[in-house]
């Protein structure tokens, strides 16, 4: 198993590396450039000149990356030149991380708990009321883009009827901060007034972004358990008598289980993608939304430890699952 593990690290390792530099030349490509998005439209040749030598940019393109990686290893990504002026990359990550981390975490578990037991029951019961209307609502989970969702639900059950809030992570209340995670910061601090108004700002934006995970969770699943039940191996233990728990249990989902637990490390990694337009929309204060705003005012500084944050944090997800997936299937350990 640490064998299986070494290598797993090796190459999350290789691959952040390959990636930084993609997205190194990527939004160097990108029109404008830094020094446009510093200097703006009354850029003169001559500043530009000095501005491009002072940054490093006039140096071929593989010093620019090493030394970009020599400061990104210390945690020096630059400066933000459009979300907050003057403040470090770094920390706005640090600082809006927490938010997209809270947002994903109950979505996904919104998705899982609702999408693996209905996934189950549909395929329990084929061909029934239930399975076709569950297979309906996955259809339309998947078919409604996520910004009109958004947008749907906080008319609904915000503005109009008014019981949860329309925007922000938490209302403007004297809360005490520890950890970023507003929820798990009230529940520490026992300040259960801070987590309940943190939780009720959470309920819309992960519905919202629970939707597609849910959909694809529960096709996932549904099609999973058709298949297992059709095997010889379960046949062979309802004909030796064992009870239906223990089908279900040791035989049935078990062996469902493993493409499944594989599509949720790949939903957590999607989940960071649906976060721009939802935290957008809900004004979330997470990374989804710092992302739409470098974007717009062309943070290249923010935009690159913000990506790269994103990308790191889908390998390492992704990492997760293959230690899981090992120790639901042992085969696996040695491929």
């Known amino acids: 198993m640490l064998r299986f593990i070494v290598r797993r690290l090796v190459q999350m390792v290789g691959v952040v590396f ?33 501005l491009e030598k002072a940054l490093g940019l006039d140096q071929p393109i593989w010093v620019q990356y090493w030394a970009y990686l020599k400061r990104a290893l210390t945690g020096n ?7 907050l002026p003057g403040r470090d990359a770094f920390d706005i990550f640090l600082t809006r991380f927490p938010g997209t981390i809270e947002l994903s975490f109950f979505a996904i578990l919104i998705a899982v708990i609702l999408g693996i037991p209905m996934g189950y029951l549909a395929a329990r019961r084929r061909a029934s009321f239930f ?27 915000a503005v109009q009827l008014g019981w949860l809030p329309v925007s922000g992570r938490q209302s403007n209340i004297d809360a005490t901060r520890v950890t970023g995670f507003f929820v798990l ?16 700002h959470l309920i819309l934006p992960a519905f919202t972004l629970a939707t597609i995970p849910f959909a694809v969770i529960f096709r996932i699943t549904r099609a999973s358990v058709l298949e297992v039940l059709d095997e010889d191996f379960v046949r062979t233990a309802e004909s030796k008598g064992l009870t239906n728990r223990i089908i279900r249990g040791r035989h049935v989902l078990r062996n469902a289980l ?23 929309v809900f004004s979330f204060g997470g990374i989804g939304e710092a992302l739409a705003l470098a974007f717009e005012h062309r943070d290249y500084s923010v935009l690159q430890v913000l990506i790269m944050a994103s990308a790191a944090t889908f390998v390492i997800v992704n990492l997760l699952v293959d230690i899981t997936y090992a120790v639901i299937d042992p085969r696996v350990r040695t491929r």
Do not use: C, H
């Open 18 to 50: 390959v990636l930084s530099l993609l997205l190194f030349i990527w939004l160097r490509m990108l029109p404008g450039g830094t020094v446009s998005a510093i200097l703006g439209d009354r850029a003169t040749p001559e500043s530009r000149a000095r």
């Open 77 to 83: 990504f630059g400066a933000s030149t459009g979300v």
């Open 131 to 157: 399975d076709n209307a569950s297979v309906i609502v996955s259809l339309i989970g998947v078919a409604v883009p996520v910004f009109f969702l958004a947008f749907l639900l906080k008319y609904i059950f």
């Open 185 to 200: 910061d009230g529940i520490l601090t026992r300040e259960w007034d801070a987590a309940w108004d943190a939780f009720k």
């Open 258 to 280: 493993l493409p499944v637990v594989t599509t949720i490390g790949l939903q957590v990694g999607g989940l960071l993608a649906g976060a721009i337009l939802t935290e957008s």
